[in-house]
């Protein structure tokens, strides 16, 4: 299709059942993963880490080889997707969220998704329009729902400036041509031909090739400052001018604004998808992303889609991230400012627990000046592509050998706590990716050139894997418990010594190796969490459990542990100096949950 002329949305909907919506997203459990370095679909050898660990880097020549091919194209597709989803379901995975699978400038090796050229076409590289309904129609009949990763902010590298690449100073510059499918700016912006165009130059559909639907003013300097990372290029991809701020306070949405709300309601109606993640919101005017947000929210009710969720990519620190979601209608936040530093740090004992649950609401109702996320109203997740709270080097959970064995913890804690938890693809698999650019953290899953832990050739869809296995299992906990799902959380105080009950904490400069419990409550029922950040030593302690809830002499039963031998295991309350007490006991490494004994 090149134009909105082309679509018919009344047609592709006509007489069509659609998927419905969850009622609640903090039921799902997500899964993110990177279109082009998931699975192809024709994996064959299975990576030993005894025998394969590494096997790129043997020689020079295959070295400089994986490294070349963290920046290019690997070879993942939706078909490969879809042939990986009883791999997902076995593992838990209620919905996946996949990266942009839009048809990318076809002179740059943009893998990633984010630099789309035909915002109406998938990329040849990932499969074709009707690999995208199979792939939703497959995952649908499995139970899972699909999140698509789209932009509104930009658009790839589709043209190019009179004079180089300017840096933003707010004025406009003068655009010297589109590219064409080479990357030249042959293609004429004030009347481009579109025949001589298609498909490969230009920008589609082809309402979208007009210098009006671009900012044209530079590129970002001070990523910091407004109006400027609202107006100027994330580097060589051109900002896409959304729309106006009118003297009354109004937003006045751009036609390009207008071009790309169709092509994305056509994506719902035509793959029957089940929601948007949304790239950096932080660049839109909140009018652009309240307006888009209503226009597409609206759409999908009259498909039956009453919960179709949009979660947005928001940077900018926690209160501006807050601020957006809740002046522009988005669904959710991605958790990406403080959690994902604040959850890791926690489980491998570096960063005080409070400093993680202190940043969750048991209520919406918060006082002026607080900033919490409620439960439904963000995505949690340690691991991810970009890892934007790590400054220089970026690395997963397991790249830090000394505390990749508390993996499980961190898994753990991501989900009995508050959101919608969100799984890394590969973090199941124990990937440790790492090194001076965000490449590192995006290997390969299915044996492309840039395989996992430094290999080439090797697959790792493992369902043997210790993680794998164990995360399996403390999924099918979650969604057994509702009050894990949708309780109240609460840290808890515990025995840090001599009768001393306090909350748990790094000494400085060192590493915390005790226990940390926290409760999650819904409607009178206590579900009492707790994880041992001692890589070497069974621990013991005893939490404050609610009072209002429990009495001396209550049992309590482990119905989940790490160490499996211990589920079943029951123990008493006690009460000491007006305080309920609950005794934890935890392997090294380990995690476990109890609840009271039903009479």
Not at 571 to 578: L, S, Y
Request: glycine share 10%; hydrophobic share 35%.
């Amino acid at each position: 299709m090149r134009s909105l002329e082309d679509l018919d949305l009344e047609k592709i909907t006509a007489d069509r059942e659609y998927f419905p919506s969850p009622e609640s997203w903090e039921d799902e459990i997500l899964y993110f993963l990177l279109a082009d370095r998931f699975s192809d679909g024709q994996e064959q050898i299975a990576y030993n880490p005894e025998t394969d660990f590494e096997n790129a880097l043997r020689d020079d020549r295959e070295r400089e080889r994986w490294h070349r091919c963290a920046d290019r194209w690997n070879g993942g597709t939706l078909a490969g997707i879809k042939s990986k989803l009883d791999y997902l379901r076995e593992l838990g995975i209620s919905a996946i969220w996949i990266s942009p699978i839009f048809r990318q400038v076809a002179f740059e090796e943009s893998f990633h998704g984010y630099g789309i050229q035909n915002f109406l076409a998938v990329d040849p590289h990932f499969g074709s329009r009707d690999d995208l309904r199979e792939l939703v129609a497959a995952a649908h009949q499995r139970g899972i729902r699909v999140v698509l990763d789209i932009i509104l902010n930009h658009a790839g590298n589709v043209f190019a400036y009179q004079d180089g690449e300017p840096e933003y100073n707010g004025e406009h510059f003068p655009i010297k041509g589109f590219r064409d499918r080479h990357g030249d700016p042959s293609l004429s912006a004030e009347s481009p031909d579109f025949e001589l165009a298609w498909p490969d130059g230009g920008i589609w559909p082809r309402e979208l090739m007009r210098p009006e639907s671009f900012s044209r003013k530079g590129h970002i300097v001070d990523w910091e400052n407004y109006p400027e990372y609202a107006e100027g290029d994330f580097f060589a991809l051109k900002s896409i001018h959304t729309g106006t701020r009118r003297e009354d306070g109004e937003f006045e949405p751009s036609e390009a604004l207008a071009a790309l709300a169709a092509c994305y309601k056509f994506w719902i109606a035509d793959a029957d998808v089940d929601g948007f993640r949304l790239d950096t919101v932080k660049h839109l005017e909140f009018g652009a992303t309240r307006w888009f947000a209503r226009e597409i929210h609206e759409f999908a009710r009259t498909l039956g889609k009453g919960n179709f969720y949009i979660l947005g990519e928001i940077t900018g620190g926690f209160e501006f991230a807050f601020e957006a979601m809740k002046k522009t209608g988005l669904d959710a936040a991605l958790g990406i400012n403080r959690i994902p530093e604040k959850l890791e740090g926690v489980a491998k004992g570096r960063v005080g627990a409070g400093e993680f649950f202190e940043l969750f609401s048991n209520s919406k109702l918060l006082g002026e000046d607080e900033y919490k996320w409620y439960r439904s109203n963000v995505v949690t997740m340690f691991d991810d592509h970009d890892m934007v709270v790590q400054h220089g080097d970026k690395s997963r959970f397991c790249a830090d050998r000394e505390t990749a064995p508390l993996l499980i913890n961190a898994l753990f804690l991501n989900l009995m706590s508050p959101g919608i938890p969100c799984i890394y693809y590969g973090t199941e698999q124990g990937f440790d990716g790492s090194g001076d650019s965000d490449r590192y953290v995006r290997e390969a899953m299915f044996g492309g050139g840039f395989g996992a832990f430094r290999t080439v050739g090797r697959h790792f869809f493992n369902r043997g894997n210790p993680v794998f296995r164990e995360l399996s299992r403390m999924v099918g906990i979650r969604q057994e418990l509702l009050a894990i799902r949708q309780g109240r959380v609460y840290l808890r105080e515990i025995d840090l010594g001599d009768s001393h009950f306090g909350w748990p904490a790094p000494p400085e400069g060192q590493r915390y190796q005790g226990m940390i419990a926290w409760s999650r409550i819904l409607s009178g029922e206590e579900i009492v969490c707790a994880i041992n950040c001692s890589l070497e030593h069974e621990q013991e302690t005893r939490a404050i459990i609610d009072s209002g809830l429990h009495r001396a002499g209550d049992r309590f039963e482990c119905v989940y542990c790490s160490e499996h031998e211990r589920e079943g295991e029951t123990g008493e309350t006690r009460e000491e100096q007006g305080r309920i007490l609950l005794a934890l006991r935890l392997p090294a490494a380990g995690c476990a949950l109890w609840r009271k004994c039903r009479s």
